[in-house]
């Protein structure tokens, strides 16, 4: 009998009360950063994010997202076999952030780990837990992506600190006989590393290194809409299917004129894309599962209707998942 995964319930999580453009440029002036709502708005599209407290964490917000997903799903948390976790921004260096989401939702016994693959993780995640539930390793998935990039920001560089916000999304993917995940490709160039990196680590008990997310923004905008492109192509003829045919396009949510220009350059019109970077900012691995969950909730994305989900950003890593739904 032929075995493939479908998604049967999203959700998401956001910490706190958003914070706005003009709220961010009072906190940084205090810091001797100058910015403003013009710049941001103009350049990125980006007009509020959220920002964790203090000890909220990338697995409470992953489990927070989870639990939705599962209720969405009418689903038990011990009926889940799989938990796979994007994240570039874990609780701990272990353990991984899928088994604290796992203890959080008081289900032991099934498999649990963690994808570093940074703004691609989900793409990365989904597509990893999809050949395991075809492969008969698992049956009924949670794929989180869940970040907490405020903790990498650094505060006095202003082209990177107005761009990232914290949150998580998660969806439920479960096996069955019809498809739900067409296809999906993967891509990394780790010659690119360095475009968009934070390179610190832990040794000896003492940071070494850069803590703090670096990035050549103009490099990362040319490569994100190159690479974008391809992979789109190259996912849904891996369907055999047609841009044409795609309903909704959720590309990672950087920025809004890397949206723009990548669908542009696909042919598919704004209104078939789905932009939350308004709304949330850059949330890197959670970005694709919040706007997925935002546009399921709305009720735009509908039964039957086909999703492109891409995902790009720093290792360098790439990918694409073509979704019915
Ligand atoms: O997940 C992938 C993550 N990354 C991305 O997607 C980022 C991709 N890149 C981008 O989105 C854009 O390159 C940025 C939004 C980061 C920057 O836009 P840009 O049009 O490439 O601006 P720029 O770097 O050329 O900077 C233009 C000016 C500079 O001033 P000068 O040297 O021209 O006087 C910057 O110092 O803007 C200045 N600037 C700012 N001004 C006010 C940089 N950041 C800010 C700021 N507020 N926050």
Redesign the pocket.
């Known amino acids: 009998m032929n075995r493939f995964s479908r998604i049967v319930g999203t959700g998401s999580a956001l910490p706190g009360e958003p914070v706005s453009n003009d709220d961010l440029v009072e906190r940084l002036a205090k810091l001797g950063v100058?910015?403003?709502d013009e710049?941001?708005v103009t350049?990125?599209g980006i007009r509020q994010r959220h920002f964790a407290a203090p000890g909220v964490t990338s697995s409470q917000l992953g489990a927070e997202a989870a639990r939705k997903a599962l209720s969405a799903a009418g689903m038990e948390a011990s009926e889940i076999d799989l938990i796979v976790v994007a994240t570039s921004t874990p609780d701990h260096v272990f353990p991984s952030t899928a088994c604290l989401v796992q203890k959080a939702l008081d289900a032991p016994g099934g498999a649990a780990f963690d994808v570093h693959a940074?703004?691609t993780g989900f793409v990365y995640a989904l597509a990893s837990a999809d050949a395991m539930i075809r492969a008969g390793i698992a049956n009924r998935a949670l794929v989180i992506g869940a970040e907490v990039f405020s903790r990498i920001l650094d505060w006095k560089d202003?082209?990177?600190c107005?761009?990232f916000g914290d949150g998580a999304g998660a969806v439920v993917l479960a096996a069955d006989t019809r498809p739900g995940v067409l296809a999906a490709r993967l891509h990394a160039d780790g010659r690119q590393g360095d475009v968009?990196c934070a390179t610190g680590t832990i040794s000896g008990g003492e940071v070494v290194g850069n803590p703090f997310l670096t990035?050549n923004?103009?490099a990362?905008?040319r490569l994100?809409v190159a690479v974008l492109d391809a992979v789109s192509r190259e996912t849904v003829a891996a369907a055999g299917m047609t841009l044409e045919q795609v309903d909704w396009l959720i590309p990672?949510q950087?920025?809004v004129?890397?949206l723009d220009a990548s669908a542009k350059r696909m042919g598919i019109p704004s209104e078939r894309v789905v932009v939350t970077v308004d709304q949330h900012a850059?949330t890197?691995a959670a970005s694709v599962p919040l706007a997925f969950d935002r546009a399921t909730r709305d009720g735009r994305i509908k039964s039957g209707q086909h999703v492109l989900l891409e995902g790009?950003?720093?290792g360098f890593t790439w990918g694409a998942a073509l979704v019915r739904i």
């Open positions: 100058e910015t403003s710049w941001i350049r990125t940074v703004c202003r082209s990177t107005v761009l968009l990035m923004g103009k990362v905008f994100a990672h950087a920025n004129r890397i850059n890197s790009v950003g720093g």
